[in-house]
């Protein structure tokens, strides 16, 4: 196979609170179907944070039944969650464990704090009773480490090629993408597997976020599902939700030779360090301007030939100021009627932090595909910086060809994902 391929995506797996095909969600996301609920993880009584996205049920037998039980209790949740997402990734996309030769299939996972909540339980267990063996045992480093549920999905799925965890947190689900395209490009892989998983809620994180002089969560406590309130006046935050994802990259020659049913083709990725502040993106927007710019011309894309970007969109104050004047540098002087859509998808399953990039450009793909946009539900009064059509109340009709995913994170990192519609 030649370098330089283009590279498509061909399947996903999705274990997400109320959400485990791709067509349930997909309908969430186009109903606006909000997967936030009051919290039931821990008593919020004296609490600030009410809601969350949680996942109310999960059993690994459903997704992996073949996994060995002996072997699964020695895991965490969150590893046989990404196992159970790459398992159904890899269906979808029609593939078997040994259609390819092991070692041209690799697999990056992205999260920002893979093992967080087991090391919460472990160590809660063991202030109780620190004589418990059973809690630091020989098996607990499969458990602790953040890099095992990256390998024993890999593992389990006979993958031979590189295998590696990402750990940046609200851009790793798109550095996790642009490892595997540039794997593919350069024909040292036919299919690669990026995901990206996220277990966040646990009380002393959650009571971080929340901290009053600097929150950037909601403390909406009437109504979850209107929790998080992208670009629009009244927001106060976002609100956290967990689950694992995963997208099967593969090869465009290969796909096409096989019949594959392809999403949508990925373009180009662009990843940075604004080195600009430790908490935040640059609120001038112009830093963030000149990366999706710089994306633009990589990937070819005529700035009135974007149809859709898939924001970052928390719903805090500097994510939205700092989007929405990248978006008023770049496209202000094109007649409205040639401007992109700008959005977000935060509201239906919350901030995944290091699954929120994967879930984004799912998100995108299935927009592409579907030739329709998802609406930013919640969006009701527009914040006077914001010039993007947000698409709000309901999801639209519309043939967009081009798209971008947007992500950014603490520590001055930004990253974009660029696709088109499969061709």
């Not at 299919?191 to 909406?220: I, N, T």
Request: one cysteine or more.
């Amino acid at each position: 196979m030649k370098k330089n391929s283009r590279v498509v995506i061909t399947g996903m797996g999705i274990i997400l609170p109320g959400v485990d095909t791709v067509e349930h969600f997909w309908e969430k996301l186009y109903n606006g179907e909000s997967q936030i609920d009051y919290l039931t993880r821990f008593s919020t009584e004296n609490f600030p944070v009410k809601t969350a996205a949680e996942i109310k049920s999960f059993e690994y037998k459903n997704y992996i039944p073949g996994l060995i039980s002996e072997h699964a209790k020695h895991y965490n949740r969150e590893t046989l969650a990404i196992m159970s997402a790459m398992e159904l990734a890899r269906k979808d996309a029609g593939l078997q464990k040994d259609s390819i030769e092991p070692h041209r299939v690799g697999f990056v996972d992205s999260s920002s704090r893979s093992g967080l909540e087991w090391w919460f339980e472990a160590y809660q267990r063991y202030v109780k009773n620190p004589s418990d063996s059973d809690i630091f045992n020989r098996y607990a480093v499969l458990t602790s480490m953040s890099s095992n549920p990256s390998t024993l999905t890999a593992i389990n799925n006979n993958i031979q090629g590189f295998v590696t965890t990402v750990s940046s947190a609200c851009v790793g689900g798109h550095h996790a993408i642009a490892l595997c395209y540039q794997a593919i490009r350069k024909n040292r892989a036919v299919v690669m597997y990026a995901g990206g998983h996220e277990f966040p809620l646990v009380k002393p994180l959650m009571a971080m976020y929340s901290d009053p002089k600097s929150s950037v969560m909601s403390k909406e406590s009437d109504n979850p599902k209107r929790a998080i309130k992208p670009y629009d006046e009244r927001r106060d935050g976002f609100i956290l939700g967990e689950g694992a994802m995963v997208l099967c990259m593969e090869n465009y020659d290969h796909a096409v030779k096989r019949g594959a049913r392809i999403y949508a083709e990925v373009l180009g990725t662009l990843s940075y360090n604004e080195a600009s502040h430790a908490m935040r993106m640059d609120i001038s927007g112009r830093k963030g301007a000149v990366g999706l710019n710089k994306l633009l011309e990589i990937t070819k894309i005529a700035r009135d030939d974007l149809g859709y970007i898939c924001g970052h969109g928390t719903a805090t104050y500097n994510n939205d100021l700092a989007e929405s004047r990248t978006y008023k540098l770049l496209f202000e002087f094109l007649p409205e009627k040639d401007r992109p859509l700008m959005g977000s998808i935060k509201p239906i399953f919350g901030h995944t932090f290091g699954a929120a990039g994967i879930i984004n450009v799912g998100a995108t793909a299935l927009m592409l595909q579907n030739k329709s946009v998802c609406p930013t539900i919640n969006h009701e009064i527009r914040d006077k910086e914001a010039i993007h059509d947000c698409v709000p109340g309901k999801g639209r009709k519309v043939h967009i060809k081009k798209a971008v995913s947007m992500a950014y994170a603490i520590g001055s990192q930004s990253s974009f994902v660029a696709l088109s519609e499969a061709s």
